[in-house]
Every structure is written in C-alpha cells, then in structure tokens.
Nanobody, 127 residues
C-alpha cells in the first residue's frame, strides 16, 4: 500500500526553526509532484509549498515566502520543508501530499490536485 509518512513536527518558540520530512513508500513517487499543506483548528486545509517532479520548480503560499523552503532528496521520493522564523500563526497539522502530473516541471498547489496524503504531523509555535 502506498504511504506517505511525515516526521519532524513538534513544539517550538516563535522565531525558531523546524524541518519536516516526508518519506514515500514507493520509488514511483520520484515521478510525482509533491507538496505540503496545513490545517489549523477550525480552518480549512491550505496550501503551503509545492515542488515539481524534477525538483526544479517550486511554489509557496504568500504567508510563508522567504521563511519556508521545500526540497526533494536525491532519490526524489523524499521531500522536506525547512521552516524558519516560525510564527504562532504557523501552528497547524502539516500534511505531505503527492500528485501525478505527467510533466517533470509542473507543480500542484491545490488539494484536489493531489492523489495521496500522509496522516500529518503537528507543528505548534508558542509566542
């Protein structure tokens, strides 16, 4: 069964950093676009960052630009989210997702465009 497993969440003070990781159970994910989404209590799931199959194209939500960086591992079935200068409003459950695009340079920034989801990892930023 295909799985995406996130790790790296936790409690951090405002201004601190965390690095989230997402490992895919199959190498086929090396040809999927991947992304990170988050969902805060009482809010809808929202886009955070995305990266293309090739790793050459990325996209970020305005709220995290300049603070978060998405990247893929060398085997391309692992994706990371480096989060710096964290704010209390970044508190949420962060989900890794993968989507088929058929094109190595395309990114996916919508929940409907993703085909597989992890179970999420909680990030809590204290003020």
């Amino acid at each position: 069964q295909v799985q995406l497993v996130e790790s790296g969440g936790g409690l951090v003070q405002a201004g601190g950093s965390l690095r989230l990781s997402c490992a895919a159970s199959e190498r086929t994910f090396s040809t999927y676009a991947m992304g990170w989404f988050r969902q805060a209590p009482g809010k809808e799931r929202e886009f955070v960052a995305a990266i293309s199959w090739s790793g050459g194209n990325t996209s970020y939500a305005d709220s995290v630009k300049g603070r978060f960086t998405i990247s893929r591992g060398a085997a391309k079935n692992t994706v990371y989210l480096q989060m710096n200068s964290l704010k209390p409003e970044d508190t949420a459950v962060y989900y890794c997702a993968a989507g088929r695009t058929g094109r190595p340079t395309r990114v996916v920034v919508t929940t409907s465009g993703m085909d597989y989801w992890g179970k999420g990892t909680l990030v809590t930023v204290s003020s």
